[in-house]
């Protein structure tokens, strides 16, 4: 991304914006898919998200990545989305799940299929368990800061945390078997 195709955005000049967008709207659509329950959902996110991108890109100050930068209205407009959904936090019942307070939250590296196994059953989730496992574990959000971008206290944060982990095992081994 240069500097040129930066400037002329935020002027609002529609071939650079659009020239911005191509840029980043893959590693985007990916963040979105992320949060959404399916590939329509991501869509919307994304459209939603790069109207927000550029109405704000003037505020953008050149303080650390232009990229992270993105990603963070990408985001917050996702949550939106998903607050405007009214079902951010609803929460399911498991059976015989047992739920391991481990500390590890580290995602080893992924081969292509194993990447698009995670994202199915990240879409299967209950839209509570997928926002706190994707701003815990990918974005890398504290469980105090998820409490308060969400509204949900810590505890409800990192019981909605541990939760998704058990329904990702459960869904992974699911998956291993079949």
């Keep these: 991304m240069t500097?040129?195709?930066?400037?002329?955005?935020?002027?609002?000049?529609?071939?650079?914006q659009k020239e911005f967008y191509n840029f980043f709207k893959g590693k985007m659509f990916v963040v979105c898919l992320r949060y959404a329950k399916n590939r329509e959902d991501a869509e919307d996110m994304l459209q939603e998200g790069f109207i927000k991108v550029f109405q704000d890109l003037h505020q953008y100050a050149g303080a650390g990545s232009l990229e992270g930068w993105v990603r963070k209205v990408?985001?917050?407009?996702?949550?939106?989305?998903?607050?405007?959904q009214q079902r951010l936090l609803s929460t399911v019942e498991f059976d015989n799940i047992e739920i391991a307070d481990d500390a590890d939250h580290a995602l080893p590296h992924l081969d292509e299929p194993m990447a698009k196994?995670?994202?199915?059953?990240?879409?299967?989730m209950p839209d509570g368990f997928r926002t706190v496992f994707n701003l815990y574990v990918l974005e890398g959000y504290t469980h105090i800061e998820i409490a308060e971008i969400l509204g949900i206290s810590v505890s409800t944060s990192k019981t909605q945390y541990l939760r998704a982990k058990a329904y990702m095992r459960k869904m992974l081994a699911k998956s291993l078997m079949t």
């Design 117 to 124: 196994n995670l994202i199915r059953i990240l879409h299967q």
């Design 74 to 84: 990408i985001v917050n407009v996702a949550l939106q989305h998903l607050k405007k």
């Design 3 to 16: 500097e040129d195709i930066l400037k002329a955005s935020i002027r609002g000049e529609r071939l650079a």
